[in-house]
């Protein structure tokens, strides 16, 4: 629509005679983007973006919807489609004849999307108050079936185009198929197999499809095609570091090269420019559009990124083009379906995405495999080096998120620790060291000691929006992680100021939960608890997680008590859909069998071998806390009493939980972090 119609001078007459345009950064403002967005979903069935919503003064939504063509595109000049002139015109009109009408209309939308925003609203009774019934295991089973039922079993992922990887539901689906005999009684054993097969299917098929940049790194945000091989061409931040996470856990439990290979692309992405910062931080997104060469007058989605086979064969050479050609799906009339190219961009285009393994196409050619990939590689790098010199680089969202942030932080803390002993270890550093800077520089520039409150956004000096409640749950989830990968206890002190004042500024007492708006604020007409789970995990998942992993660090029994009663205060929605819900799983598990707290103190061979066991284990329901050595623990014994009663300079691998520790012998490390 920006082309179409934000940018033709017909429409700008029409808006500005009759409306008063708003542009919504919905980066910056996530709130009011939810608030209009449940709207255009309640009345129209479906949501997305382009959204765009007509509201009256006081911000109550008369009229909304997605995509509308704007003046001369084929979809208006067919008929049979409203155009974006046409309804600005009758709604102009309409505000013109019958004003009244339209306010009625608007006010008896808001309040039904006010009696529809009190999920998560409803009445804990004071029994509850102080210890809530967790919700039934059965929940993990309900979602299983769930994904079973939309697992498109031709080419991974979830139902039909377009498919977007929706990282968190993967994570779930890795997890089951990792979890304790206890969750695996109640969902089934096989069904927690096939489980993480299903996400590591889905996993393999979008690292090899268009939906990854195969030349440069990152991953798209979603695909136009079931089969992942046309993409939308944008690359977010939030995506990124889920994807990383995700992709870490599944080489975790699986070993598989292919899922480290991903870990190690992704992580590049995001330690290198555009994406880092300079001076710290991560940017929030590269544009899907772009100029093919300097000299071009006009932006084509995925110019960037798309190549005509004769440009391959040029750059790689006639001796490697067909083997390239061929690996990469390469085709001389283009790889993309006319049906799937609205705007005739993609003619004779080529998306790239791998069709064969290296050591398939070796075979086929009566090649060796160190050969084939040699082709391969060097190919790739002259794609690359060709690019980066000749096309200008899709334009960068320069804005450093806190919330996105926290998502990158703690990905990139757990890649850097869980990767340090792997063969391709060397690489950890630089990954840790980009986490560390970020979250040097979300401190220093986006968080105010003396309130403890978050902004939510620099670019080029700080922003005037405040941290929203996700800002605070992913930023903590990411201090933790980070905390785990340095054992230096500031990161945890952080995390801990910042959770206090997530508790202050949106927590709903009487109900339980997170709100995610601040209370008081004047230019929202609802205040909305984020709880399902989308393209970003919903903040009041991450937030039970967040209390009970500091609830287990700490031995504070309020965050745990907290934790229960944010998983409590959705469980009429949790029961009916938990499958949205997936964020909320492991705190489900952790509310029936409590968070296993490891310290690990001193400093010998087998106290190493534990710290490594702890980072490279899946353990979503076990803490480490490291005293001695050169972890950073002043602090943690301040706040933790039982940690400051152990001496710190005795190896020794003690599990804690509920105010006493049980040591362990040296060599029970896989053990403790065992799920069981």
């Not at 911000?59 to 489609?81: C, I, R, S």
């Not at 096989?190 to 499809?209: H, I, Q, V």
């Not at 079931?226 to 699986?254: C, I, N, T």
């Not at 480290?260 to 710290?280: K, Q």
């Amino acid at each position: 629509m920006e082309r179409e119609s934000f940018e033709n001078d017909q429409v700008a007459k029409a808006l500005n005679e009759s409306f008063v345009p708003i542009k919504l950064d919905r980066e910056e403002r996530p709130d009011i983007d939810r608030i209009y967005m449940q709207y255009v979903q309640a009345t129209t069935g479906h949501g997305g973006w382009p959204m765009n919503v007509f509201i009256t003064p006081d911000l109550e939504p008369v009229f909304g919807g997605t995509y509308w063509p704007g003046p001369d595109t084929p979809a208006v000049l067919k008929g049979g489609h409203p155009g974006f002139l046409g309804i600005l015109a009758k709604i102009s009109n309409l505000w013109e004849t019958d004003q009244q009408r339209c306010l009625r209309s608007a006010k008896s939308v808001t309040s039904q999307l006010q009696e529809f925003s009190k999920s998560g609203s409803r009445s804990i009774s004071a029994a509850a108050q102080d210890g809530p019934e967790p919700l039934e295991l059965e929940l993990l089973e309900d979602s299983y079936e769930h994904f079973t039922k939309r697992y498109d079993k031709q080419h991974a992922g979830f139902g039909s185009a377009p498919k977007f990887p929706t990282p968190v539901n993967l994570a779930f689906l890795i997890l089951l198929g990792d979890c304790s005999s206890k969750v695996r009684e109640v969902v089934g054993v096989d069904e927690c197999t096939e489980a993480a097969s299903m996400a590591m299917d889905t996993l393999r098929n979008m690292t090899r499809g268009g939906i990854h940049d195969q030349v440069g790194h990152g991953f798209a945000r979603y695909s136009v095609t079931r089969d992942w091989s046309l993409p939308h061409f944008e690359k977010m931040l939030y995506d990124q570091g889920q994807l990383l996470s995700v992709y870490l856990d599944a080489f975790l439990v699986s070993k598989d090269t292919e899922m480290l290979d991903a870990v190690h692309d992704i992580a590049t992405y995001l330690t290198e420019a555009p994406m880092a910062a300079p001076s710290g931080g991560f940017h929030s997104s590269e544009d899907a559009d772009s100029l093919f060469r300097s000299s071009d007058k006009e932006k084509r989605e995925g110019a960037f990124y798309v190549w005509t086979k004769n440009e391959i064969e040029s750059i790689v050479g006639s001796k490697d083009a067909d083997l390239c050609c061929e690996y990469w799906n390469v085709k001389a009339s283009g790889n993309v379906d006319p049906e799937n190219d609205a705007h005739d961009e993609l003619r004779n285009q080529n998306v790239l995405a791998r069709t064969c393994t290296f050591e398939t196409l070796a075979k086929k050619h009566g090649l060796s495999t160190e050969a084939t990939t040699s082709i391969l590689e060097n190919g790739r790098a002259k794609l690359l080096a060709h690019r980066n010199k000749e096309r200008p680089r899709p334009a960068l969202d320069d804005k450093i998120v806190a919330g996105w942030n926290g998502l990158a932080i703690g990905a990139l803390a757990r890649a850097s620790g869980a990767l340090r002993s792997n063969s391709r270890g060397e690489r950890s550093e630089g990954y840790l060291g980009a986490a560390v800077r970020a979250a040097t520089f979300v401190k220093r520039e986006l968080f105010d000691a003396p309130s403890g409150q978050l902004k939510r956004v620099y670019r080029e000096g700080v922003g005037d929006a405040p941290g929203f409640a996700d800002d605070y749950a992913f930023l903590i989830s990411g201090l933790i992680d980070l905390y785990e990968a340095t054992f230096d206890d500031e990161y945890l002190q952080l995390a801990d100021s910042l959770q206090k004042t997530q508790i202050t500024l949106f927590e709903d007492p009487q109900n339980g939960g997170f709100f995610s708006t601040q209370a008081g604020q004047q230019d929202i007409i609802l205040r909305l608890k984020d709880s399902t789970d989308g393209a970003e995990p919903s903040t009041n998942g991450i937030s039970a997680s967040n209390l009970y992993r500091l609830g287990s660090l700490f031995e504070d029994e309020e965050y745990t008590k907290k934790a229960a009663r944010t998983i409590e205060a959705f469980a009429e929605e949790a029961s009916q859909h938990p499958f949205s819900f997936t964020s909320m799983m492991s705190s489900i598990v952790a509310s029936h069998f409590g968070v296993k707290s490891i310290a690990i103190c001193g400093d010998d061979v087998a106290v190493e071998d534990a710290v490594n066991v702890s980072r490279t284990s899946l353990r979503p329901n076990v803490t480490v806390t490291r005293l001695g050595g050169s972890a950073k623990s002043h602090w943690l014994k301040g706040r933790n009493k039982l940690l400051a009663s152990m001496d710190s300079s005795k190896p020794s691998l003690q599990v804690c939980h509920a105010g006493s520790c049980k040591v362990l012998e040296a060599g029970d490390a896989i053990q403790a972090f065992a799920q069981d």
